[in-house]
């Protein structure tokens, strides 16, 4: 069996006069800056790990650019910094110590062990696979790299997922076209009219992702917008625009 995605004509219409609206904001030209024209940095064991923790962070939380996930992120010198967490003799309790102190934020047991356990999944055997990655998805970028590397992720760290775990690679500036499909992304294509309704708690299926994922990129392709920049769009249409240089995570 074969589904066949069928964009009509004025639902590129329909997109083309939202984006219209949006894409002059300072996080959709963010994003447009790092995962379309690139940033020529290298990505560090810091920057990974900074991705990982922010995307635990947003996970059941509002994000908002005034939010304290997003304040918690925004902090400079990072909280819970590589350099910092590798060197502590008991990392989930001096993460849920900062997370609880900063103030604010939620879950902040189930956070401190998610990533006491990812970090020392990178320091036992996941660095060297983490960093092909990357260095993959910088030259070769395309839509099964690009789920390849999400499902590695998905795979291979707790609780992560399918939204969670494209979510550092698009933080990262090593995605275009698969995104993290949230709950701002399913409220969006429901009220478009997208022709399943959606469920948030499918969507912890990868193969349901996946079929999701699959209809928003052909949507996004007919309607000339690229998947990430498309979605961050979409994300900043529920913030009234209130994203800037200061408050702006990624």
Known sequence: MKIIWNIESHDIERVKRFFDIHHNNYFVRKRIERNIKGLD???SKDDFLKTMVSCLLTTQQRSGPESAVTKFINTNPFPLNYKVCVLQKNLRKYAQNVI?????LRRSNKISDEITTNLNLLEQSLWKKIFEIVDDLKT??????????ADFINDNFKVVGPKQSRNPLQSLGLTKYEIPIDSRITKWLNKFGFPVKLSAGALSDKNYYNFISDGFQKLAKESGILP???DAAIFVSFDDNNWNKQNVVW
């Open 41 to 43: 940095s290298n990505i």
């Open 140 to 149: 070769n970028q395309s839509i099964s790299k690009e789920r390849t590397a």
């Open 100 to 104: 609880v102190n900063f103030g604010g």
């Open 228 to 230: 990430c920049v498309l």
